[in-house]
């Protein structure tokens, strides 16, 4: 069983389906959806991992799509697991996404994920760290924007250990979550 996990697992990151990485994250401060300045740093200090997402709520699929799996993971890992994984949705739309629009979004997830915002060039700052691309596409005088939909694995140390594209099956990423925990042990 574990050799067949490793071969699905080595043969995902050959087809680039999973990213492994080991850049460092920089700390950043947003508000979440009751106005509260949360510190990534200070998050990571309580937990081992975060999932981390960039979107924005008008999105038209991907970030709800995204969010769904967030709910099918939470839903399907043990509490003590649960509790060492801190899920995070960061607004890329400083303009629109505000306090109400992410408590809207909020509604349909799994309370325990956690929905962050903030101005435009803190956002930026951000974004950049994580090597998230966006483009504003106007489409029928409607502007949307084009983002990456990577999905970002940080550990308590502050590094990036996998990049999992959104479109990666849930199945896929439990299976991550849970030989990451077996290995700590």
Do not use: W
Request: contains cysteine; proline residues 2%; aromatic residues 12%.
């Amino acid at each position: 069983m574990k050799y067949r996990f490793l071969f699905v697992f080595f043969f995902l990151v050959h087809c680039n389906y999973l990213e492994i990485s080991k850049d460092t994250v920089n700390d950043f401060s947003l508000l979440d959806t009751s106005d509260n300045q949360i510190d990534f740093f200070k998050i990571m200090n309580q937990k081992k991992l975060s999932i981390i997402f960039f979107g924005y709520s008008h999105c038209p699929n991907v970030c709800y799509s995204t969010l769904n799996k967030f709910n099918k993971i939470v839903n399907n890992i043990d509490k003590s697991t649960k509790d060492k994984i801190e899920f995070i949705f960061i607004s890329i739309d400083p303009v629109l996404d505000d306090k109400i629009k992410l408590l809207a979004m909020k509604k349909n997830t799994d309370s325990s994920v956690l929905f962050l915002r903030g101005d435009k060039s803190n956002i930026e700052k951000i974004k950049n760290n994580f090597g998230v691309k966006v483009f504003e596409a106007n489409d029928n005088n409607k502007s949307s924007l084009i983002h990456s939909t990577t999905i970002f694995v940080v550990d308590n140390n502050h590094k990036i250990i996998n990049k999992i594209p959104s479109e990666v099956d849930t199945e896929m990423i439990l299976k991550f979550i849970k030989h990451y925990f077996l290995e700590l042990n």
